[in-house]
């Protein structure tokens, strides 16, 4: 089955700072989704990507589907106490019959004020 | 209108009972999923249900677990005979079609089998 491999697991980062992580998989995707889950809540879309290349920014989030269809990267600019949570990278492939998502296994972010 | 909603949001079973989880989706999306989290791990496809069509059911992991979806809105998720590696967070969501962009999750049913 398809994998996706997110790095890294774990970030502990400084108010301020900016924060990369990424996601790899073993098979093409399509599209590239980007979510947060905060404690006890079901994860929130942050960016959809649909076109390898395409790179799109949402405040301070910036996304990046990769050339290859297999990887893609999440940025965060200047991190505030709120970004704490668990970042999910999930591929899609649009022409397949199928309806999942595949997750990463999250990066967990710890952000010191 | 409003987001997904789940029920219960925390379930405590005994082993070997059956528990039934409900999920109401964002009205008028026609695609609607489950998945199961554990603790720190990414979130496990269950089951997918799209309009009329049949769903695609090979993410469920025995037997004991099946989903139905009436009326092509509300759907249920049954667990018969728990055990405890059954416990879990189990997440709905859901979409406007197969193909829109995202899905919408709900805030999760956590599940605890004693």
């Known amino acids: 089955g398809q994998q996706l491999n997110q790095s890294p697991q774990s970030m502990f980062i400084q108010e301020g700072e900016d924060v990369s992580m990424n996601c790899t998989s073993s098979?093409?995707?399509?599209?590239w989704l980007w979510y947060k889950q905060d404690p006890g809540e079901g994860p929130v879309l942050l960016i959809a990507?649909?076109?390898?290349?395409e790179l799109t920014s949402n405040g301070r989030l910036t996304a990046q589907f990769g050339i290859t269809r297999k990887d893609s990267f999440l940025n965060i600019s200047a991190s505030i106490p709120s970004d704490v949570g668990i970042y999910f990278c999930a591929g899609f492939d649009r022409g397949s019959t199928l309806g999942r998502l595949y997750f990463g296994r999250g990066t967990q972010l710890t952000v010191w004020p | 209108g409003a987001g997904v909603s789940q029920s219960p949001s925390n379930k405590v079973t005994e082993k070997g009972k059956d528990v039934e989880l409900r999920c109401d989706p964002i009205?008028?999306?026609?695609?609607l999923y489950w998945y199961r989290q554990s603790l720190g791990q990414g979130l496990e496809f269950l089951i997918y249900?799209?309009?009329?069509?049949?769903?695609?059911k090979s993410g469920l992991p025995s037997d004991r677990f099946s989903a139905e979806r009436t009326g092509g809105s509300v759907s249920t998720l049954t667990i018969q005979r728990t055990q405890q590696e059954d416990s879990a967070v189990y997440l709905c969501?859901?979409?406007?079609?197969?193909?829109?962009?995202?899905?919408?999750f709900g805030p999760g049913t956590r599940l605890t089998v004693l």
């Open positions: 990507l649909y076109k390898a290349g």
């Open positions: 249900f799209q309009g009329n069509s049949a769903p695609d």
């Open positions: 098979s093409i995707f399509n599209t």
């Open positions: 009205s008028g999306h026609t695609a």
């Open positions: 969501a859901s979409s406007l079609s197969r193909e829109s962009r995202g899905q919408f």
